[in-house]
């Protein structure tokens, strides 16, 4: 009988577990709270830390750009639409270049029939590279003293720049610039590799300035 009334749970005993479930239930629930904040936190910083190798890629490619060009041996595929129009017309670069980017995002729009957030900002992203790019060219002007092996020497820097910025800006995994955006939606539109649609587009672009210049 003794141990019979021994098991038999008393109020106290109930309402004392009772309040440790409600207490286990509000540990748990402030954890997952605060896990969701440092998670929600660290996304942010994330976030900010691929603008931010975005950004830099885009300089480095600013900046070889413009030792490319500065060389006056020519110019890289993606920039040679602009850049043949910046020596007919005259216009500055930064013009020149937002230009055939905006033609680039307006062809992308005709194609898919619709417009989406990524064209606003492949269009600022082109802006702040353009910017760059001009600024780069005018840091970079005076060159006139450069022999042929220093104008080979931008080139090679240029190339080195291009390409390391180029790494940076698509390991991001941000918006892509219009040229490659055009690019992406020709190989989806087409079902072609995005490599076989680059080669295409660049060869084109080349033709198209020694027709025009």
């Avoid at 976030?47 to 060009?69: D, Q």
């Avoid at 939606?185 to 995005?194: E, M």
């Amino acid at each position: 009988m003794i141990l019979l009334a021994q098991k038999i749970p008393t109020k106290e005993n109930l309402q004392l577990q009772k309040h440790a479930g409600w207490r286990h239930k509000q540990v748990m629930s402030t954890c997952a709270v605060t896990v969701s904040q440092i998670g929600g936190a660290m996304k942010q910083k994330l976030i900010f830390e691929r603008i931010g190798i975005y950004i830099l890629g885009l300089l480095l490619m600013a900046v070889g750009t413009a030792f490319s060009m500065m060389a006056g041996l020519g110019a890289s595929p993606s920039n040679v639409l602009p850049y043949t129009l910046h020596l007919l017309s005259g216009l500055p670069l930064f013009w020149c270049i937002l230009k055939i980017n905006m033609i680039y995002v307006l062809a992308q729009i005709v194609i898919e029939r619709k417009v989406r957030f990524s064209h606003f900002f492949q269009l600022i992203f082109a802006l702040i590279f353009s910017s760059l790019l001009e600024l780069m060219c005018w840091l970079l002007r005076d060159h006139s003293a450069l022999t042929y092996i220093g104008r080979l020497a931008f080139v090679i820097v240029g190339a080195s720049l291009i390409g390391l910025g180029v790494c940076l800006y698509t390991t991001a995994k941000l918006v892509l610039m219009p040229t490659d955006g055009l690019v992406l939606t020709l190989a989806n539109k087409t079902g072609k590799k995005f490599s076989t649609i680059k080669n295409i587009l660049d060869c084109s672009a080349v033709g198209l300035s020694l027709f025009f210049f």
